[in-house]
């Protein structure tokens, strides 16, 4: 839901009068549930909520984006639109009239016809090229989400565009001592993706000051760790959690480590797998529920989750957990209470942030990022097919999540997941920043902090620009199914 907050100044000066408050509260409401389908409602937006500042008019955009994904999910083309018309008119100020009115054009024909997709991306990327080359150097912010506007409808092709674009102003921003933290942190982020690792350290050096320490922390780490320079030790800023990270270093620090992910194996690595001193695996099924072991062995040692809320509502309700038994750790990414489940430490995993700018890291990179903070003597990935694959997950762990009924993943909520559909997939390209995420794998690689079995390798050795297609190509081909 939309909400209205003061960001105002002027508001403030209404806190002592409950009455004008009260009606200011009321008319939040009112817009949110029933102003949703009026022409009039960004006039509104802007006029009355917290959409004046260029930045959060931005965010509050990817809202409404998060609307037409569920309407597309729904089949309901009309409120796809709908939504969509909002959120491209809360970036209307950084975005010609010519190229906003074309860009619902496009998005009405392939609505209309699903068969025009390849041809309206053709001709979408050639009007954003336009409109990049042609527009204000300090739209970094509104390219950036234009490219999630872009990649929300399919058009990944089009978005790289925007979004390399916001990636390049980041890179070659002019900092100085007045720059904020964000800005700093923005160019810091770029010129890491961008592998401008001096550059990257002149912004650490000059202004690392102006970040906050946590962050700081991190970046310099993954810095160093790019730069194959010796790193130390970075916790996640959470006290309660210190005495796990520190038990998590000494069983990790100097070992060897497979990271198996949720993709389908194609190959025999399970002797490869089974064969290292620590064997992780994210959204962990159980040894029965595993694809064959001589594809994906049968070894866990330490398990990623999303959250642990399901396992207690399923532990309360007497379902049988004994796949846990044989972990020595769990990994959370979100915060809870309990430092511990069934004897098992609970490792909170630090947010990391050298991804650009702010996009989410999937459940796969998270563990990775916090893996390497412990040290281990190798890496390899096996099971990781960055989206660019025809499934989302064995078929194994989605039938086990189905049968459970448990909701422990992504958002696309992996026990409903619809491995052929056209919205799921958006959603995972919405949520997450796939050429962040590819990227930072990518650098990774070329710096040799990790291996991967060949899948991934391939995947890998592509430019971000040809990434960005493939999965155009497989979203294209999954749209035109549904």
């Not at 009068?17 to 509104?44: E, H, M």
């Not at 975005?95 to 496009?106: A, E, G, Q, T, V």
Request: proline share 3%; with cysteine.
């Amino acid at each position: 839901m939309l909400v209205f907050r003061r960001l105002d100044y002027r508001l403030i000066k209404l806190r002592k009068r409950p009455v004008i408050l009260a009606r200011l509260n009321f008319s939040s409401r009112f817009y949110n549930k029933f102003l949703f389908w009026l022409p009039s409602q960004v006039v509104i937006l802007v006029k009355f909520a917290t959409v004046r500042n260029k930045y959060l008019r931005t965010i509050q955009s990817q809202i409404f984006l998060i609307r037409a994904n569920s309407a597309l999910e729904d089949n309901k083309n009309r409120s796809v639109l709908k939504n969509l018309k909002v959120a491209l008119e809360l970036l209307r100020e950084d975005l010609s009239p010519l190229y906003r009115k074309n860009l619902i054009s496009c998005c009405q024909l392939v609505l209309a016809q699903r068969s025009q997709h390849e041809n309206v991306s053709a001709e979408l990327i050639e009007l954003t090229k336009a409109e990049i080359n042609s527009g204000n150097e300090t739209n970094l912010d509104a390219y950036y989400y234009l490219s999630k506007f872009l990649n929300s409808i399919g058009f990944l092709d089009a978005g790289f565009l925007a979004r390399d674009k916001s990636v390049s102003l980041c890179q070659l921003m002019t900092l100085d001592h007045g720059s904020s933290g964000r800005q700093i942190e923005l160019s810091f982020a770029a010129c890491l993706e961008r592998g401008d690792l001096d550059r990257a350290d002149f912004i650490l050096q000059r202004f690392g000051l102006r970040i906050q320490n946590s962050r700081l922390n991190h970046f310099k780490f993954y810095l160093n760790l790019l730069c194959a320079e010796k790193t130390q030790f970075v916790n996640s800023g959470v006290k309660d959690f210190f005495e796990s990270e520190i038990r998590m270093s000494e069983l990790m620090r100097g070992k060897s480590v497979a990271l198996v992910g949720t993709g389908s194996p194609l190959g025999d690595y399970g002797k490869e797998i089974d064969s290292y001193d620590l064997v992780v695996r994210v959204k962990y099924p159980g040894q029965k529920s595993l694809p064959p072991a001589e594809q994906h062995g049968r070894r866990c040692d330490i398990a990623y989750y999303t959250s642990i809320l399901p396992f207690q509502i399923l532990s309360e309700s007497g379902t049988d957990l004994s796949f846990l038994n044989d972990l020595s750790f769990l990994m959370v990414a979100q915060v809870v209470d309990a430092k511990k489940f069934r004897g098992l430490p609970i490792l909170y995993l630090s947010n990391i942030r050298s991804v650009f700018p702010n996009g989410d890291l999937t459940s796969g990179m998270i563990t990775l990022a916090n893996l390497l903070r412990f040290h281990p003597s190798s890496l390899k990935l096996f099971g990781f097919d960055f989206y660019a694959m025809p499934r989302l997950y064995n078929s194994e762990m989605v039938e086990f999540y189905r049968k459970k009924g448990w909701t422990i993943g992504d958002p696309t909520l992996m026990g409903n997941v619809d491995q052929d559909s056209f919205a799921q997939r958006v959603q995972g390209h919405f949520w997450h920043d796939q050429i962040a995420n590819f990227s930072f794998a990518r650098n990774l690689i070329r710096a040799g902090a990790i291996k991967s079995e060949p899948v991934s390798a391939e995947i890998l050795s592509l430019t971000p620009k040809r990434y960005a297609s493939r999965l155009e190509i497989l979203l294209r081909n999954s749209y035109l199914k549904n």
